[in-house]
């Protein structure tokens, strides 16, 4: 079964902090993704990447940064934490780019910016 | 219109009713389509995928309907565990880019 682990379950930051959040995939998937779920707009892409050091932005990747060093492990970074980033982010991986590659999800970070 | 769409409900049934959602998706060159599973401050997780064929896992059946762009989730005998957000998962036409709906709210009562 696909493991998705990430870091932190809750976070409490202040404005202006940096901040990481970490997520690592023990299935040797190729694809990894970070996404933030807020009510009423349901999940968001915020950036993604296909392979190691690479990474292409979603769909609102202002305010956010990536890292992926080593295959299993893709970190999100808020460079500046802003109260509007507080939400829940999910990161999630998947086996191969192409059709019917289907998305495994960490158990989330909820995220407060205080 | 947006890519994808589906009734935020709630839909409130009983225990062992039939209850069926749809999503409709605005980008004819789509090929990959998931239901998604999301239950309260929780992960989403995977359902089914839907094949052009339709598919049936258990009490769950999936269908694709490519004319009308819609794609449907069938939900036989209810049981109080089904209580979940459901979440349609389209492909962005021709990449590979996956789009979530907002999700379909199910309430199962006894």
């Known amino acids: 079964d696909v493991k998705v682990t990430q870091s932190s379950r809750y976070l409490v930051k202040r404005t202006g902090e940096k901040v990481f959040l970490e997520c690592v995939q023990d299935?040797?998937?190729?694809?990894m993704f970070w996404y933030r779920q807020d009510p009423g707009l349901g999940l968001r892409l915020i950036y993604f990447?296909?392979?190691?050091?690479?990474?292409e932005k979603g769909d609102i990747p202002e305010g956010y940064s990536v890292s992926r060093e080593k295959k299993e492990r893709f970190s999100l970074i808020l460079e500046s934490a802003s109260t509007n980033q507080t939400s829940m982010y999910l990161c999630?991986?998947?086996?191969?780019?192409?059709?019917?590659?289907?998305?495994?999800f960490g158990n989330g970070t909820r995220l407060t910016v205080t | 219109r947006k890519e994808v769409e589906q009734d935020p409900g709630p839909f409130n049934v009983p225990e062992g009713a039939t209850v069926a959602f749809n999503c409709t998706y605005s980008?004819?060159?789509?090929?990959?389509f998931f239901w998604y599973r999301q239950d309260c401050r929780k992960e989403p997780k995977l359902l089914m995928s839907?094949?052009?064929s339709g598919n049936e896992d258990g009490r769950f059946t999936a269908q694709l309907n490519r004319a009308s762009q819609y794609i449907s989730l069938l939900i036989r005998d209810s049981k109080l565990s089904d209580s979940a957000t459901y979440l349609c998962v389209v492909n962005m036409g021709n990449t590979d880019k996956l789009i979530f709906g907002t999700g379909t709210r199910l309430q199962v009562f006894p």
């Open positions: 980008n004819s060159a789509s090929q990959s």
């Open positions: 839907v094949y052009s």
């Open positions: 990447s296909y392979d190691v050091k690479m990474k």
């Open positions: 299935m040797d998937h190729e694809n």
């Open positions: 999630a991986s998947s086996f191969a780019r192409g059709y019917n590659s289907p998305l495994h």
